[in-house]
């Protein structure tokens, strides 16, 4: 399985990019998929997942009203809407699948992502 995670670059505060996740190797239509990033100096945090059907979002407090995860299963792609950035947004995305088909449990935790992609990098300026 390989994800490939793209759509990252330099933005100002306030601005907004999309990124998107395309997966190979799987079809992901029975897989919850995540958003996670990692800042410098920081641990990988969770950002965004979405149920298989696309119909359940969760996301952290943190980029909650900000952030909108989607995603196109004919496509075998998933999409993360960041709006209104903020300078601590800076960090690495990286999208993944979940290990088991049709588990919306775990879905915040890292170690229950079993494929990643390399990531791509948001550096928001202030």
């Known amino acids: 399985v390989q994800l490939q995670a793209y759509g990252g670059g330099l933005v100002q505060a306030g601005g907004y990019l999309r990124l998107s996740c395309a997966v190979s190797?799987?079809?992901?239509?029975?897989?919850?998929m995540g958003w996670f990033r990692q800042a410098p100096g920081k641990e990988r945090e969770f950002v965004a997942a979405i149920e298989w059907t696309g119909r359940r979002k969760y996301y952290s407090d943190s980029v909650k009203g900000r952030f909108t995860c989607s995603r196109d299963n004919a496509e075998n792609t998933v999409y993360l809407q960041m709006n209104s950035l903020k300078p601590e947004d800076t960090a690495i995305y990286f999208c993944?699948?979940?290990?088991?088909?049709?588990?919306?449990?775990?879905?915040?935790?890292?170690?229950?992502?079993?494929?990643w992609g390399q990531g791509t990098l948001v550096t928001v300026s202030s």
């Open positions: 190797g799987r079809t992901i239509n029975n897989y919850t």
């Open positions: 993944a699948v979940h290990n088991k088909p049709y588990i919306w449990s775990h879905k915040y935790e890292a170690a229950w992502y079993d494929s």
